[in-house]
Structures are given as structure tokens and as C-alpha cells.
């Protein structure tokens, strides 16, 4: 890769309303980064059509291979009740390239938070399956190595930012959240700079909803990151506005929108982008290098917000007008 000096990125367009957000992404990314080298492979629903597969062995090597992977949602209602769907897919790509720090920014007004989510190991990883009696069971499981490192990569980011982190957890009733909090206060030592607090997830849902100003970085474990960022989305102007990175300590990262596929707008062009865009601008900062473009990417998707709301936020402006105002933005 190190005698390559155009970047390459793929891009997984995915399904319901991914293609299109996915179109914008990359009319904008021509303009803002002539130079990228764009390749779309299939992935998920589309998958599976296609080749049985959400995640084909040829889409997972174009991943490992490239410098960044831009993806759209997946997840598509025939596949709901199906032993093939297109989540697992997600899962597959999360666990084989190691991305276990999901970045979830969400800011608004006063609020401006990171939740830095585990996102290949607890509840979606652990041992499942059916006893002889019927039971079926999912087991939350976590290494101490597994919380050492994303808590690491919180601590690093709250350095970064303003040198406060809320750690949260169940340690009143789980085991694993006990193995949590020893670790993040182990590792604590290493950054004195950084204020650390514990807090229990079903208070951090209500702080989330009640004072949100609060946080600055929150580190949990992947299934309370999952809810709690969509919580955090809800509180800073809705699910289509929030992006994701989600990084490893090598190799590729995997940039995407934090919302779902949206079956029931699809194709219907009023899908809202910024979710999309703000992850290609996470893409540009963080891969990329390329902070300047990401600054510039995120002030023109302000200004869409502003001047051309899609439905979902109230307006009436179709995706191609917002992505007009996005561009014409960007080359004023
Ligand atoms: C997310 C999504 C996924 C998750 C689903 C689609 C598997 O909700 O990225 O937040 O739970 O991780
Ligand atoms: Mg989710």
C-alpha cells in the first residue's frame, strides 16, 4: 500500500435508502477529493441477493485492502425472520478487521459529546445458543485485554478533548461490568490529566435525556453504546444527522451513518445525507489526513442543514437539493 500514493476507499452503498445517501457521498467526494480512488462492492441485503453472502469473501478483501471503508446502512425486512441477514454481515466486517473503537460524536448547542462504544466484543460476540429445554440464551462476554484497549482509546480522546470521562456500566448486577470498571480504573492511572467518573447505564440513559451538557467522552461496552447512541443522536437533532467511526490500532477503518436503512423511504429521494456526509468528513480527518476538507465538508452540511431540511427534519428539500447546497458550499 506504501508505494500506492492514491488513496483507495471502498464503498459498500448497502440498502433501502444506502444507495442514494451513498451517491451523494460520492459526488461529493469527487469534488472535495478528485483524487480518491472510489470502488463500490456489495454488502448485505444486496449481498445475499446477489451471492447468498451479506459479506462475500471478495468484499471483505477489497476492505482489508483498502485505506478506508465508507458504508451506507444495511439491513433490509425480507431477511427479518431469514437464518442469512444482513446484520451479520455488519458483525463479520466489524470482527475481521478488529474495529473496536465506534466513534459517536453527537453535538448541539451546549451539548458536544463522544460516546466511544466497544463494538466487537459483549453481548453480540459472546456464547449463544439453545438448550434442550427450549432456553435460548446470548452471553455478554469481555477479556480484560478487550476493555484495556478501548479504554485506552477513550482516555486518549478525552485528552484530546476536554479531559473528562464517564465510564458507564451495570456493576450493581453484572460481572462483566465489574471487570469494566477495574480495568478503565487501571488503565486511569495513566492519565492522571483525565477526570474519570463511573455511572450506571440506566442513569446514563436519564442524564443523556435530562442534562446532556454534562459529557464529554462516554466509553461502554457495545450493546449500552448502541442504545445510548441513539439516545444521544435523538438529543442532538435526530438519528440523520449522527456519523460513526469505527476504528482498530491498524489496518483500515470503517466509516458509517449511526441510522438504519429506512425501508419505508427508500427510493422515494428525501432520504436525509448528513449522517453519510458527516462520516466521509470523519473519514477525511481520520484516515485521510485530510483535516482541512473535513472542516470545509462539515461547515457545507451545516449550511444544507440550514437552507435545505429534508423531511425528516421538518423541510421539504429532496436529497439532490440538499446535496446542490452541500456543493455549491463547498466550491464557494
Ligand atoms: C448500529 C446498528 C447495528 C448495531 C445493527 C444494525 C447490527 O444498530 O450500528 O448501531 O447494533 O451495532
Ligand atoms: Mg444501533
Redesign the pocket.
Known sequence: MASRSAKRIVCLPGDGIGPEVMAVAQRVMHVLAPELELEDHPFGAAAIRASGDPLPAETLEACRAADAVLKAPIGDPEFDAADVRPEQGMLRLRKELDVYANLRPASRGPVDLLIVRELVGGLYFGARGVRDDGTVFDTCEYHPSQVERIARRAFELARSRRGRLTSVDKANVLDTSRLWRRVVHEVAGDYPDVEVADMLVDNAAMQLASAPEQFDVIVTENMFG??L??LAAAMTGGLGLAPSASLGDRGPGVFEP?H?SAPDIAGHGIANPAAMLRSVALMLDLALDRPDEAAALERAVEAALRDAPTPDLGGNATTAQFADVVLAALVA
Open positions: 448502541d442504545i447512541s441513539d449511526v438504519g
